[in-house]
């Protein structure tokens, strides 16, 4: 539209009027505070060219018009509303207005878009809750890696479905009694590895130590344990060989109570006299040597004769066997087995006993 003035000096009806709405014009862009002005009156983004093309029908020529924008009203609404993600994800790029990223993280249909506006967000509430509640592992491991609440944190570690977003908790986690639930249980060693190095407390350890399932994670944390009482438990009672071992070696020449000592030293062995104590350490030490120290000691003709049937080493049970003194013990175990060595030990010494040689 063009519009005309009069250069005559009193002017026509039409110029004045011109005139006048040439100033209404002047003072709707010149002053602040209007609704179609910006900060230093002049027109926000949203009246310019690339304000308009937001209205496009192509997603490439919308996009075009976000990259050139800086309004953050403009941009959170193409961020929320716009029906393409590639123009949303564009706007979630430039986008600073911490309410409308949350929404954009809590809300938008293309995980992309809500990843983009996670590593945006700076709400610890909004955060906790992404951590919590969002579908995609890794959209969840972004907003986890920036939570700082170790209560959710816990939360996260202990039950989130996917190993890589509970390691991503666990590496916020200070709370040792949790590290240890999660070292303990974890069904992922990586996940349960990374809760062990994370240990400093000696009882949180002992607890991986001893309270694994993962055979691999018990032997690390004995590596780690200084507790002499634990590290015997471990010695005595681990089902792996090698977790005993590592164990039984790092308690060498420590000064241990008779009753655990008698497990692993085998001249605190040598000084037991209880039978039932005895039979025990001869069956299930994990020290050849302390067995034999135990069998060494031992006299009940019933607890050899079971040392002799069920214990799991041929030396052992030819030590026990040549211990038998009872004639129809002898020949009780005799009939029971079939291993060819224990045999001929056993007719052996039925045959010192009748030249009485024995």
Do not use: Y
């Amino acid at each position: 539209m063009t519009i005309e003035t009069s250069n005559r000096a009193g002017g026509s009806r039409g110029g004045r009027g011109t005139a006048a709405l040439a100033t209404i014009i002047f003072l709707v862009f010149a002053f602040p505070g209007n609704a179609a002005s910006g900060e230093e009156g002049l027109p926000v983004e949203r009246e310019g060219p690339a304000g308009a093309a937001l209205s496009a029908e192509s997603w490439e020529v919308r996009r075009e018009a976000v990259e050139q924008l800086d309004d953050q009203a403009v941009l959170a609404k193409a961020a929320l509303e716009d029906e393409d993600w590639r123009v949303r994800l564009e706007a979630v790029l430039r986008l600073r207005d911490q309410a409308a990223l949350e929404r954009a993280a809590l809300e938008d249909s293309f995980w992309r878009v809500r990843l983009l506006a996670v590593g945006k967000l700076t709400s610890p509430a909004a955060l906790e809750r992404v951590a919590l509640e969002e579908s995609h592992p890794e959209i969840r491991r972004e907003a986890v890696r920036k939570v700082r609440n170790q209560k959710v944190l816990a939360r996260v570690a202990l039950d989130d479905w996917d190993p890589d977003v509970r390691a991503e908790a666990v590496a916020g986690l200070s709370d040792q009694n949790v590290l240890a639930r999660v070292a303990e249980k974890d069904s992922d060693h990586r996940v349960g590895r990374a809760a062990l190095e994370r240990i400093d407390d000696q009882d949180a350890v002992g607890r991986v130590a001893t309270g694994s399932e993962n055979a691999e994670l018990r032997l690390a944390a004995v590596e780690k344990l200084e507790d002499e009482i634990v590290l015997a438990v471990a010695a005595i009672k681990d089902p792996d060989r090698r977790v005993r071992d590592v164990a039984a070696e790092k308690l060498d020449g420590a000064e241990l109570p008779d009753e655990v000592g008698m497990w692993l030293f085998p001249e605190t062995t040598r000084r037991m006299t209880e039978q039932s104590h005895l039979l025990e350490v001869a069956m299930a030490s994990p020290k050849t040597e302390v067995r034999a120290a135990a069998v060494g000691n031992l006299t009940d003709q019933e607890m050899l004769a079971e040392v002799v049937l069920e214990n799991d080493e041929p030396g052992i049970r030819l030590a026990a066997a040549e211990k038998l003194t009872n004639r129809e013990i002898l020949e009780k175990v005799l009939l029971e087995t079939g291993d060819a060595d224990l045999r001929r030990t056993l007719r052996a010494r039925l045959e010192t006993l009748e030249t009485g040689a024995d």
